[in-house]
C-alpha cells in the first residue's frame, strides 16, 4: 500500500514550542522549526488522503498554530 504525503507549512509566533507539539500528532514524520517564512515546517503522512487530512487538521487545532498551507507530494522516480 502506498502512502500519501504533504509538507505542511505552519504560521505561528512560538515555532519551537508549536514544532514539539505537533511531533506528538500520530502521523507526523517529522516537524522542524525554521528561520524566516514560514514558521515552521512538518511532513505528515497518511494511508490516504482522507487519513492525511485528519492529520493535517489536527496540527491546525495545537494551541499557537496561526495557520497551514499544505503541499501534497508525489514520489517520482
Given at each position: 500500500?502506498r502512502?500519501?504525503?504533504?509538507?505542511?507549512?505552519?504560521?505561528?509566533?512560538?515555532?519551537q514550542?508549536?514544532?514539539?507539539?505537533i511531533?506528538?500528532?500520530?502521523g507526523v514524520?517529522k516537524?522542524?522549526?525554521?528561520f524566516?517564512t514560514?514558521?515552521?515546517?512538518?511532513?505528515?503522512?497518511?494511508?490516504?488522503?482522507?487519513?492525511?487530512?485528519?492529520?493535517?487538521d489536527?496540527?491546525?487545532?495545537?494551541?499557537?498554530?496561526?495557520?497551514?498551507?499544505?503541499?501534497?507530494?508525489?514520489?517520482?522516480q
Amino acid at each position: 500500500m502506498r502512502k500519501v504525503w504533504a509538507y505542511v507549512f505552519v504560521t505561528t509566533r512560538e515555532p519551537q514550542k508549536v514544532a514539539r507539539s505537533i511531533r506528538k500528532i500520530r502521523g507526523v514524520v517529522k516537524a522542524d522549526a525554521l528561520f524566516g517564512t514560514p514558521d515552521l515546517i512538518a511532513l505528515v503522512e497518511g494511508s490516504d488522503i482522507a487519513n492525511m487530512d485528519a492529520v493535517i487538521d489536527k496540527i491546525s487545532l495545537v494551541p499557537k498554530v496561526q495557520g497551514t498551507d499544505s503541499k501534497v507530494a508525489r514520489w517520482i522516480q
